[in-house]
């Protein structure tokens, strides 16, 4: 069985810590690979810069992937994974603070499997965090590899 690894693509760092910390309280134990900007998210999934070397057969069974990124955006980021035939089928969740009616478009006509608001409140941030991982690595059907 393919291991499950989630990438969370946060140039926050509060942010981070917040997603790592609600992932633990709903006993999602999964690898996080934590990118921190558009550039580390495509050297993970195409194993270039930091990550040469790295196992391509091992891709996120999810990337979350916040908008406003530095280097590269997030939705640039997703163009991308879009546009190669290894990563085009990649469950991409857009993980943002932005409620702008033009993100949401430009995420779902660049292909975004899903776009999530955070929530403000932290209970309400924990039990999000323990429905995405719920969803996506335990009762979504990913295509083959």
């Known amino acids: 069985m393919r291991k499950k690894i989630i990438l969370l693509v946060e ?24 990118a921190r900007n558009g550039v580390e998210a495509l050297d993970y999934l195409f194993g270039e810069g930091a990550y040469a070397g790295r196992k391509m057969m091992d891709w996120p069974a999810v990337v979350l992937l916040d908008l406003k990124l530095p280097k590269i955006s997030g939705l ?11 990563t085009r089928l990649l469950p991409v969740v857009i993980l943002t603070s932005s409620d702008e009616e033009e993100d949401r478009i430009k995420g779902y006509t660049f292909g ?26 335990l009762l979504n059907e990913p295509p083959p590899v």
């Open 11 to 34: 140039d926050n760092p509060d942010d981070e810590l917040l997603m790592l910390d609600a992932l633990v309280a709903n006993r999602v134990n999964n690898e996080i690979i934590v």
């Open 76 to 86: 640039e980021v997703l163009r991308r994974i879009r546009a190669d035939e290894r």
């Open 112 to 137: 975004a499997n899903s776009y999530v608001r955070k929530p403000v409140d932290f209970d309400q941030f924990i039990k999000a965090a323990g429905q995405l991982g719920l969803y996506w690595l």
